[in-house]
């Protein structure tokens, strides 16, 4: 090695310099090399197990998940799963082994059932089984999705090798310190790198996402019409402020009172449909001056209205009564996505002593929620 051809004489100090300068590299290197690769490794956080709707209870739902997979010509999902999210997607069942199983799940946001009808629910159903049909492009798109989720653990995830690099950086000295500094420089360097890598991936693939979504969205306006699918962009805007809203209030509550209410989609659904007309049509005039960016994922609602209106359809006959009554029991099964958004989303326990009952809460001035129960 040329370190050991260094004139700096015999000595042992000479000795230890070639040691440090020939071990340092390989140490750091081996560090940086070890977080670059510790996401293929290190296990993710431990979710609880969705709520699956059984078939034979939530019938109604099933026949018209049924009905919509006949008239657009797609696989009906192997399971429909629920959740606290103001959305619905489709997905591979089990992950990587779904890819090559072809099973997909159907994964549907209680907030939407509760804000929205029928026909507009029916219409985001068929905006997931229009992803359903593109089989070739929901298979790369999940790569894209798995590639950059790894970028984005490696940028952005800490965990314990995080904390113990920095511990040793704390309570190291001398040769050691300055191999931990130049360890942790040479992990700052090395995320910097993907992090440009990942925009520019993230860009990329950010275009074949938008036309898949304006794909989808075809199914959609085919199915509910054209003027469902403005409402539906309309209400989801309502519901998404309304959402933001019941965070900050939930986030107050919490520090003050420790207490959450205990059933998020009804509380929602009811703030929404309480909501003054002139902030409604303030909401919906918003949506219409956004414009899709080159890193966005989805097109922006007025892009999406846009091509709703030039296609003109009037979709299928379907009722436009609310879409919680295609449930069997909305309020029990919105009580137990709630406890799951907390447990797996917020961290919090799930346990009765910090629930409010959302009957009890003030919906028409937006006050903390546990104000009258203080």
């Given at each position: 090695?040329?370190?050991?051809?260094?004139?700096?004489?015999?000595?042992?100090?000479?000795?230890?310099?070639?040691?440090?300068?020939?071990?340092?590299?390989?140490?750091?290197?081996?560090?940086?090399?070890?977080?670059?690769?510790?996401?293929?490794?290190?296990?993710?956080?431990?979710?609880?197990?969705?709520?699956?709707?059984?078939?034979?209870?939530?019938?109604?739902?099933?026949?018209?998940?049924?009905?919509?997979?006949?008239?657009?010509?797609?696989?009906?999902?192997?399971?429909?799963?629920?959740?606290?999210?103001?959305?619905?997607?489709?997905?591979?069942?089990?992950?990587?082994?779904?890819?090559?199983?072809?099973?997909?799940?159907?994964?549907?946001?209680?907030?939407?059932?509760?804000?929205?009808?029928?026909?507009?629910?029916?219409?985001?159903?068929?905006?997931?089984?229009?992803?359903?049909?593109?089989?070739?492009?929901?298979?790369?798109?999940?790569?894209?999705?798995?590639?950059?989720?790894?970028?984005?653990?490696?940028?952005?995830?800490?965990?314990?090798?995080?904390?113990?690099?920095?511990?040793?950086?704390?309570?190291?000295?001398?040769?050691?310190?300055?191999?931990?500094?130049?360890?942790?420089?040479?992990?700052?360097?090395?995320?910097?790198?993907?992090?440009?890598?990942m925009k520019i991936g993230h860009g990329i693939s950010a275009?074949?996402?938008?036309?898949?979504?304006?794909?989808?969205?075809?199914?959609?306006?085919?199915?509910?019409?054209?003027?469902?699918?403005?409402?539906?962009?309309?209400?989801?805007?309502?519901?998404?402020?309304?959402?933001?809203?019941?965070?900050?209030?939930?986030?107050?509550?919490?520090?003050?009172?420790?207490?959450?209410?205990?059933?998020?989609?009804?509380?929602?659904?009811?703030?929404?449909?309480?909501?003054?007309?002139?902030?409604?049509?303030?909401?919906?005039?918003?949506?219409?001056?956004?414009?899709?960016?080159?890193?966005d994922t989805h097109p922006s609602s007025a892009d999406r209205?846009?091509?709703?209106?030039?296609?003109?359809?009037?979709?299928?006959?379907?009722?436009?009564?609310?879409?919680?009554?295609?449930?069997?029991?909305?309020?029990?099964?919105?009580?137990?996505?709630?406890?799951?958004?907390?447990?797996?989303?917020?961290?919090?326990?799930?346990?009765?002593?910090?629930?409010?009952?959302?009957?009890?809460?003030?919906?028409?001035?937006?006050?903390?929620?546990?104000?009258?129960?203080?």
């Amino acid at each position: 090695m040329a370190i050991w051809n260094w004139p700096v004489g015999r000595s042992a100090y000479s000795l230890i310099l070639r040691v440090v300068c020939s071990v340092t590299p390989l140490l750091v290197g081996g560090i940086v090399a070890i977080f670059m690769v510790k996401p293929l490794f290190t296990p993710q956080p431990k979710r609880s197990c969705p709520l699956a709707l059984n078939p034979e209870i939530d019938h109604r739902l099933y026949a018209l998940v049924q009905e919509i997979c006949r008239l657009l010509g797609a696989k009906p999902p192997a399971r429909i799963d629920l959740d606290c999210s103001l959305n619905a997607s489709a997905g591979f069942d089990g992950g990587f082994r779904g890819f090559f199983r072809n099973r997909l799940v159907l994964v549907l946001g209680l907030p939407l059932a509760a804000g929205l009808n029928q026909r507009e629910l029916a219409g985001v159903i068929a905006h997931e089984f229009g992803h359903f049909r593109q089989g070739f492009g929901m298979r790369v798109s999940y790569l894209i999705r798995s590639v950059k989720h790894w970028f984005a653990r490696v940028v952005y995830e800490r965990d314990a090798l995080d904390e113990a690099l920095e511990s040793a950086a704390a309570s190291s000295e001398g040769w050691i310190s300055f191999m931990i500094a130049c360890a942790q420089f040479g992990v700052w360097v090395s995320r910097a790198v993907l992090w440009v890598l990942m925009k520019i991936g993230h860009g990329i693939s950010a275009f074949l996402l938008r036309q898949m979504e304006y794909d989808a969205d075809a199914a959609e306006i085919e199915l509910a019409g054209s003027a469902a699918f403005e409402s539906t962009e309309i209400k989801m805007a309502i519901l998404g402020a309304v959402w933001s809203d019941i965070h900050l209030e939930m986030r107050r509550s919490w520090r003050n009172h420790h207490k959450l209410p205990d059933n998020l989609p009804w509380l929602i659904g009811r703030r929404a449909a309480r909501l003054p007309a002139e902030k409604r049509e303030h909401i919906g005039n918003t949506i219409g001056l956004r414009r899709t960016g080159f890193f966005d994922t989805h097109p922006s609602s007025a892009d999406r209205v846009q091509r709703a209106r030039r296609m003109a359809q009037p979709g299928y006959e379907i009722s436009e009564e609310p879409a919680s009554d295609l449930f069997a029991n909305f309020n029990t099964v919105s009580k137990i996505v709630t406890l799951i958004h907390y447990d797996d989303d917020l961290n919090v326990p799930t346990s009765e002593n910090f629930l409010i009952p959302v009957e009890k809460i003030m919906e028409e001035t937006p006050v903390e929620l546990v104000k009258e129960n203080s």
